[in-house]
């Protein structure tokens, strides 16, 4: 363990810390139209900070004494963080302006979100987690309820922050009997402390809590109880955001903690891991079903995939965490391209989200009805789109890793989960329309047009995403 | 060359038709076919002439069909005396019923497709008659059947016509079990099924014994009745005879071809086929000599009792083929393939001859709207009369030599059965002669009983028509002279050579030339008495039948029902299956597979989602109860480490 600062490697962050400020200051001071300025600027600092990640080296390096590590998992994850904050800063552009909730600041909570998020997932200490833990949550319950005119919206981002914060009570909580009983909060140090002795009952309750605060952010079942009302209330663009980037973060997290400080234990956690991955596949397919509501269906949707991502997390080898990178950055892009749709549905200037509006797209708007189907497709995980692959490997992972069961429920779930998918459809193109949709703007056709590209055409290139994925993995639990 | 010719231009026939028909147009379609036919015909002849006379007996192997360990099948063309007989016969006739088509459906919508269905029936029956195996004679027998279900089901704009076809496809899969059964038997036995390795194989096994039916019994025995089963299917013996009748709905070309002269005698080539089993198994052959004479006097009595012609004379055929199961039965099978073919002459000749009748009655079937009409189409009266008469066994026209000759035999075979079936042909004869004269005289004289529209537009029939009805009825006339003492001659042998077995002991052909006058001229005194009959009741006393029927309601109404077959099996397997297949359609699969399989776990789905959903109330509070069930769980997993 260095005891140096070292501070040059966590440099992304520092400059996207620092460029959020200034946003805010050129927002504050600018005259009008400081929304568009501060999205644009907004956009260049998360691509600066993109670039500084990836030129910054795989490492593996530490920093701050050891509080905060880059390696090739954090690298990937926080490209992936990026790029789905950027998603769901352009969904937002049009949308916040047309709902008159174009406020500058909304930018700034995203970037801020993220900036959380980047350190959560380079956190190497319990105290470095719950300090990025914090700050993306406390921007994540302000972008809920944004629309702070509308109900629904404060009504959203007050039970997120209630739940939120019961959840991080018992990450704390969990923190710091793992504290007590390891003494250190060092992820190496819990390893060491796990590793020598048979574990002590404090620091299993306090695994459990930590675990239970990490389920509630990815939204995992039983912790997942706020997603559908949060992800219906939020303005859609939020909701698109939320689907897309805290998961990616979480999950990160969730990876790094399990296969880290708690490895010794794998074989106690691995169970945990097992039942809340299967309980979610189990309600994400089946509370879908139900749904009028295409936001909440979404909603049950993320449940749904989180517990696919968590049967790699659950197989626990470097196959395994592969296959949730791949899941995720899959995941990632169909979500946000599902979304985009979602966001353009719009019927004589106002929003729409019930699934019957959907009614006859497939005759008035056919390239979006197709990147829907595309998308609803993939996420249903049929080949050759790039949602099937991403099943794929995570059920392989399992059937290698001996977990057969979890598997089969998987792939029955996603037989469930055709159903209110493959539904999308048949309203699109089966169901006769009354009124077609308002002509969407430009950046959300291309939001859609470049994840449906990037959907359908991930069978035939594969190979980059696969190896980044396997660096990463192989960074994490490799050695 | 000529081999494979016979057998292939009528298929290359039906492919050009059916699959160009529309472009060649109707013309085109009927060129095609039948100079197809014609010279799959010539190739025909000449080979019956060749193989069956000159004695040049061959087999021409095209490929490997099939080759599975010690399971071996060829696409091959066997031309012994069996094959060469029924190929020329075949070809022959087929190309005259192609040529009466061509006036006989001039007035169809689907020409070109008709013409393809009676070639590809011509090919399938050609490869069933030529086959060197089982396997191949198995693929035959089920393109005729195929080509009868389509021909049956030619005017498939009618009701009956698609029900008579499904009843003729489905009785007859009820034999091919039994056919498909008895060929996995001799494959079991003998380890082949082709023709020659079989017979020869078979010698050995004239001892095996399997266990079924609860006994043990001689494997021989049990094959050949399995293989009996098959052709009393497709030769409408008594019990799975109900298709024929109504397989009259077809085209009266395809009752001529399919269902009199060809098809329906599969059967009894089958059995003369592997008549080298069926010696060893005697219990099989008095089995088949007794369906064979109960089907003969059977069908018979319901023939004298019919009105519509194409039935009555279906009813001659079924009857008639139970003469020719008697003959093989007794051993005798020379004398079944001569009556088959002097049959296929004249009962080809009277269905034309119905159907010419037809033709000009303006499609009236029942004999009770017709007479009348003989002066005004004499030629197809005079044709009728040739084939009634060959029908009838009147001497020195074909049937008198073929029939007399089977009757010998079953006397000459000098058992119980034999007497069994030479009684029932007597008594079958004499109704034969009865119920022939009885449609000739209701249809062609009396008074006229059809309106005077129909009346007016009766007319003889085009030359298209009458000339093959010409060549059939000289064949009607001399096939028995000409051909008796080569087939069933005293030099029989000679002129079967191999193709036919006849175990040592049995030897009713041998008697069949050695039997008392009276046998001789009993069925010739029957014939000509039943003509008598007919002429009384119907020329001299024509209110008196009518009283008879009605004086003897019960039994006019038994015959009349047909034995009310049909009824017993409507109430013994259709309904009873009905019901059970209503049962297994309602119950065991819409209750149970659907109810539990797809439907129910739909179901079971969505109230799966409403409970989920009912779940999600929006009040914070139960969210957070939730979550702290969750990390209790959650701990008493960890802390146990297992579920």
């Given at each position: 363990m260095t005891a140096t600062m070292n501070w040059t490697i966590a440099a992304p962050e520092l400059v996207l810390a620092c460029a959020a400020m200034a946003i805010l200051m050129v927002g504050v001071f600018a005259r009008r139209d400081a929304w568009t300025m501060v999205s644009m600027l907004s956009f260049g600092a998360l691509l600066g900070t993109a670039v500084l990640v990836i030129a910054g080296g795989q490492g593996p390096a530490v920093a701050f004494s050891g509080l905060f590590v880059v390696d090739g998992f954090a690298v990937f994850a926080k490209v992936l963080i990026l790029l789905a904050a950027g998603l769901g800063l352009l969904l937002a552009l049009d949308w916040h302006q047309r709902e008159g909730i174009a406020r500058f600041e909304y930018p700034i909570i995203v970037l801020l979100a993220t900036l959380g998020m980047m350190m959560m997932v380079s956190a190497n200490d319990l105290m470095s987690l719950y300090v990025g833990l914090e700050l993306s949550s406390l921007a994540l319950y302000i972008a809920a309820s944004f629309a702070r005119d509308d109900l629904r919206s404060t009504e959203a981002g007050l039970k997120y922050f209630m739940l939120g914060a019961l959840a991080s009570g018992m990450l704390l909580y969990g923190a710091s009997l793992t504290y007590g009983y390891a003494g250190t909060t060092r992820f190496a140090g819990i390893a060491e402390a796990l590793g020598t002795a048979p574990a002590s009952a404090g620091l299993v309750v306090g695994l459990c809590f930590i675990a239970a605060g990490l389920a509630f952010k990815v939204s995992a079942v039983p912790f997942h109880m706020w997603t559908p009302d949060v992800y219906e209330g939020a303005p859609t663009p939020v909701t698109a955001f939320f689907s897309i980037a805290p998961k990616v973060a979480a999950i990160a997290l969730f990876l790094r903690v399990m296969t880290g400080p708690f490895a010794p234990v794998i074989a106690q956690w691995q169970q945990i891991i097992i039942l809340i991955s299967a309980a979610s596949m189990l309600v994400g397919a089946f509370a879908a079903i139900g749904q009028t509501n295409v936001k909440r269906l979404m909603a049950y949707?993320?449940?749904?995939?989180?517990?696919?991502?968590?049967?790699?997390?659950?197989?626990?080898?470097?196959?395994?965490?592969?296959?949730?990178?791949?899941?995720?950055?899959?995941?990632?892009?169909?979500?946000?391209?599902a979304f985009g749709c979602i966001v353009a549905m719009r019927k004589g200037g106002k929003a729409t989200e019930r699934i019957e509006d959907l009614a006859g797209l497939g005759s008035t708007a056919p390239m979006m009805a197709l990147a829907m189907a595309v998308f609803m497709f993939s996420m249903a995980g049929i080949p050759p789109l790039a949602g099937f692959f991403g099943k794929l490997y995570v059920f392989v992972a399992a059937v290698q890793a001996g977990l057969w069961p979890l598997a089969i429920l998987g792939v029955l779930a996603s037989v469930v989960s055709a159903f209110y998918y493959l539904r999308i459809v048949k309203v699109m193109y089966f169901d006769a329309g009354d009124v077609a949709l308002d002509a969407r703007p430009a950046s959300i056709s291309f939001v859609v047009a470049a994840t449906g590209a990037a959907t359908v055409l991930f069978a035939a290139l594969p190979a980059p995403l696969l190896g980044a994925a396997a660096m990463a993995a192989r960074s994490l639990v490799g050695g | 060359m000529i081999e494979t010719g016979a057998v292939f231009f009528p298929l290359l026939g039906a492919i050009i038709a059916g699959f160009f028909g529309r472009s060649l147009g109707d013309r085109g379609a009927q060129l095609v076919t039948v100079g197809c036919m014609a010279l799959a015909a010539a190739c025909g002849v000449a080979l019956f002439f060749d193989v069956a006379f000159a004695g040049n007996a061959r087999t021409v192997v095209l490929a490997t069909w099939i080759d599975s360990g010690s399971f071996e099948a060829n696409w091959a063309l066997r031309y012994d005396t069996l094959s060469a007989v029924m190929v020329g016969m075949v070809t022959f006739i087929s190309t005259l019923i192609h040529i009466y088509s061509v006036g006989y459906m001039s007035h169809d919508r689907s020409i070109p497709r008709f013409m393809a269905y009676l070639s590809l029936f011509t090919f399938a029956m050609l490869m069933l008659v030529t086959a060197d195996n089982l396997i191949q004679l198995f693929f035959g027998w089920e393109g005729v059947g195929l080509a009868s279900y389509l021909l049956i089901g030619f005017w498939f704009?009618?009701?009956?016509?698609?029900?008579?076809?499904?009843?003729?496809?489905?009785?007859?899969?009820?034999?091919?079990?039994?056919?498909?059964?008895?060929?996995?038997?001799?494959?079991?036995?003998?380890?082949?099924?082709?023709?020659?390795?079989?017979?020869?194989?078979?010698?050995?096994?004239?001892?095996?014994?399997?266990?079924?039916f609860g006994g043990e019994v001689r494997a021989v025995e049990l094959c050949a009745v399995l293989l009996f089963i098959g052709a009393m299917g497709k030769s409408a013996q008594l019990g799975l005879h109900t298709w024929l009748p109504d397989a009259m709905e077809g085209p009266t070309p395809v009752s001529a071809l399919i269902h009199a002269a060809t098809m329906v005698t599969a059967g009894v080539f089958l059995v003369a086929r592997m008549s080298p089993l069926f010696e060893m198994a005697p219990v099989a052959l008095a089995l088949v000599t007794i369906i064979g004479a109960s089907t003969a006097l059977f069908a018979a009595t319901i023939g004298c009792v019919q009105n519509d012609i194409k039935r009555i004379i279906a009813y001659s055929t079924c009857s008639q083929l139970g003469y020719m199961f008697f003959a093989a039965g007794v051993s005798a099978y020379p004398a079944a393939i001569f009556h088959l073919f002097t049959h296929a002459f004249f009962k080809a000749l009277l269905f034309l001859g119905a159907g010419s009748v037809i033709h000009a009655m303006s499609d009236e079937q029942d004999i009770r709207r017709m007479g009348g009409i003989w002066r005004k189409i004499p030629a197809t009266y005079a044709l009728m009369w040739i084939g009634n008469l060959a029908l009838a066994g009147v001497p020195f026209f074909a049937g008198f030599y073929s029939k007399d000759m089977v009757l010998e035999a079953a006397w000459g075979a000098h058992t119980a059965v034999g007497q069994y079936a030479f009684w029932c042909g007597i008594i079958a004869a004499f109704l034969t002669a009865f119920y022939s004269w009885r449609l000739l005289i209701l249809t062609f004289h009396g008074e006229p009983r059809a309106d005077h529209h129909v009346m007016e537009h009766v007319h003889e029939s085009p030359p298209v028509m009458v000339l093959p009805l010409v060549v059939l009825a000289i064949g009607a006339v001399f096939a028995g002279a000409v051909f008796y003492e080569p087939f069933v001659g005293h030099h029989w042998q000679d002129f079967w050579r191999t193709a036919i077995v006849v175990a040592p002991g049995n030897d009713a052909m041998e008697n069949?030339?050695?039997?008392?006058?009276?046998v001789k001229w009993l069925p010739v005194v029957m014939g000509v008495s039943g003509i008598a009959l007919a002429y009384a009741l119907y020329m001299g006393a024509p209110g008196l039948p009518a009283r008879i029927a009605a004086r003897f309601q019960g039994v006019y109404q038994f015959l009349l029902n047909k034995w009310y077959f049909d009824e017993l099996y409507d109430a013994l397997f259709v309904r009873p299956s009905m019901v059970i297949g209503r049962a297994l359609w309602k119950g065991g699969d819409g209750a149970i597979i659907d109810g539990f399989g797809p439907d129910g776990i739909a179901?079971?789905?969505?109230?799966?989602?409403?409970?989920?959903?009912?779940?999600?109330?929006?009040?914070?509070?139960h969210y957070a109860f939730a979550m702290m069930i969750g990390i209790v769980v959650l701990v008493t997993l960890f802390a146990t480490g297992r579920f």
């Open positions: 949707s993320s449940i749904g995939h989180v517990g696919y991502a968590l049967i790699g997390l659950a197989a626990g080898d470097e196959a395994g965490i592969r296959a949730v990178l791949v899941y995720m950055a899959i995941y990632v892009v169909m979500n946000a391209g | 704009d009618r009701e009956s016509a698609n029900r008579a076809a499904m009843k003729a496809f489905i009785v007859n899969r009820v034999g091919d079990v039994g056919f498909a059964l008895g060929i996995c038997g001799v494959f079991v036995l003998t380890d082949s099924i082709a023709f020659d390795a079989v017979f020869a194989a078979l010698a050995g096994h004239g001892s095996t014994m399997v266990s079924a069949a030339h050695h039997v008392p006058l009276w179901a079971a789905a969505k109230a799966t989602a409403s409970k989920v959903v009912k779940l999600q109330t929006g009040l914070v509070y």
